[in-house]
C-alpha cells in the first residue's frame, strides 16, 4: 500500500519537472532571439549614425515661394491701399514690391506655371490654352492632357493644394501651413499654392474672392511669426490677374463656326485653326466684322517676323527684326494709346516695352502677342476679348483672364530676404524671368537624401511586460527599414512613401514577424498613415498576414509630440509613453 500510495507522488513530480522544461527551453530562445535582436540593432543604429553627414546640408538658402492665383496688380494694391491686407503690408514693408509683373499670354495658370521655372516664355513649351490641335499628329490635344501637364509641373507634396482650391476649402490651408517651417529645414525649397481665389473670382463673386485673399494674409502672418526670417527668402506672385464686372457675353464657339463655316479645322479658345492657312487675312477681318470679338492675330506665312491684327477701328502691325526687337505701327486708331504716352515707332526690347507700358491699360501687348504667335502649337489666327466681355462658359463665370489687359496680366511680386535683395531696385519685371533671374535658386536635388532615423522606447506604469521599442533607419528618400518589439513579437519590415502632401503620408510595405512564445514566423503586408500637424504627429498602421489575407490588424496608433528636432514624446495609445530620439 505505501508503495502504491508513493507511486503516484513520484510521476505528478515527475509531470510537474517535465510542464516547466519546454518553458524554460521557450525562455531561453526568447531571451537568445531578444540578444540577437538588440545586437543587430545598436550595429545598425552604429551604422546609420556613420551616414548620417549624407543628409541635406543646412548651408543652402531656403527659399519659400507662394502662388497667389488669379490676383492682378490693379486689385492687389486697391486692397492693400483699403487696408485688407495688413501683414503683407507691413512684412514686404521692408523688402520690395515690384508692382509692374507681367504674366504671359494667354492668360492662365497652365500657360505660365509649368514654364516658370526654366523661365521659358510663350513662344516656347506645349501649353497655349486649354487645349490645342497638334497640326503633325492632325488631332486635338484635349484641356485633360494640358490639366495632365501643368500637374505634373507641381511638386509632389504640394499637389494637394488642387483640392485647397475648391471654394471656401481653402479655411483648411492652414493645415499645410503649419508643416512650413519643418518642411523648410527639410527640402529647402518649398511652393504653398494658394488656388482658391481663382475658383472664387471665376464661379462666384468680387466679395468671396476678396475673403479669400484676405485669409490669405491673415495665415501668412501667423506663418512668418515661425519662421526664422532671417534665413528663409519669400517670395510671393500671382500667376495672372481676374478681371470682374464683366457684362456682355460671347457666346464664342458658335459665332467662330458659323463664321469660319468649313474653313475651320479646330477651335480652342484662343486658337482658330484654319484649313487653308491662306486665308488668314481674310478670315481674321470677317471675325472683326461678324462678332464681337474685340482682337484678332495672325502671323504671315511668307514673312514670320511680320504679325497683323484687327480691331473695329484699326489694323495693327508687330514687326520684329534682327536683334529680337519688336515695333508697333497701326492703320486707322491707336487702339492701344502707346503713340499717346510716347511711343514713336521705335524697336523695343520685351523689357522695354514693358517699362515704356506699364501704367497702360494694355502692358506690353506687342511682344506678348507676337511671342505667343511664334508657339508652334497656337492658331492660324488667335482672339482675344477684353472685359466688359467675357466668353461663354459652361459655368457661367462672373469673371475671367482671357484678355490682354491690366486686370488680366499685371500681377504683383513680392520679395523679401539675402538672395533676393539685387531685384528690390526692380519695377518691372516679366514674371516668366523671375525665378531665373535669382542665382542661388535651384529646383534641382532639393530632396533630402534619406528620411530621417528615429529610435522610439515606451513602456506602461500600470501593466507588467508592457513595454517596446521601434528603431527606424532610412537607406534612401521615401525608404523606410524598420524593427519594432513588444509584447514578445518581433517585427522587421521595410515601408515606402506611396502618397505625400504637405499634411499626410501613407507608407505601405512589407515584412515578418516572429512570435516568441509560438516559436512562429510570418510574412505580412503593412500599411501607415502619417499625418503632421506642426509639433504633433499621428501614426496609425495596420498590417495583413500572408496566410489570413482578410484579417487586417491594427498594429500602430500613436501621437508624437515633437520638443525640438531629436527629441519627441510619443504616447502608444491607450496607455504607453516614451520618447523618440530622431537624426
Known sequence: MVFSTAQPLQNKKYKLKQEQHPSLVVQKRAYSCLFIFFTVLFLLL?????FAAQTNSDTNPKFLIVHLDAVSSPNFFQYMDEGYLP??????????????????????????????KKGLGNEVGESVGWGYYDREKDRVVSDIKTFSHMFSSIPRRARASIIYGIPFFDNLMFLPILNIPQLLDTYGVIELLWFATDATGHALNEKIYLN??????????????????????????????????????INHVPLIKNVVGDGLRAFLFPNVYLKDINLKDYYAQKIIEETEIDFTFYKKEDNPKYVVGYSTSAKIVFEENEDGRVRYLYEGDDVFDYYKDGYRGQWLTDLEWLSLTRDSKYPAVPPNIFRFLSNKNSGDIILVVNPPKIIHTMLNYSANHHGITNTDLLVPILLRGKELDHLYDREEMWLHTLFTSIPTLSFDNIEPKREKNSLSLWGSASEENNYGFQLSLSPAYRW????????????????????SSYVVRLWAGAGLQYQ????????FLNSRLQMDFGKIQFNYGGQVNLNNLKEWQENRKEILLRVNDKLSLNWQMPNRFGFTISW
Open 87 to 116: 501683414h503683407l503690408k507691413e512684412f514686404f514693408g521692408e523688402g520690395n514690391i515690384i508692382k509692374y509683373g507681367l504674366s504671359l499670354f494667354f492668360g492662365g495658370t497652365e500657360m505660365i506655371y509649368p514654364r516658370l
Open 46 to 50: 552604429f551604422l546609420s549614425l556613420s
Open 212 to 249: 479669400s485673399i484676405r485669409r490669405f494674409d491673415r495665415y501668412f502672418g501667423r506663418l512668418v511669426k515661425n519662421l526664422n526670417t532671417n534665413e528663409v527668402n519669400i517670395i510671393i506672385y500671382s500667376d495672372h490677374g481676374m478681371s470682374f464686372d464683366n457684362e456682355i457675353y
Open 480 to 499: 523606410n527599414v524598420v524593427l519594432r518589439y513588444e509584447q514578445e513579437i518581433g517585427k522587421g519590415w521595410f515601408e515606402y512613401d506611396v502618397y
Open 516 to 523: 516568441f512564445e509560438e516559436s512562429s514566423l510570418e510574412p
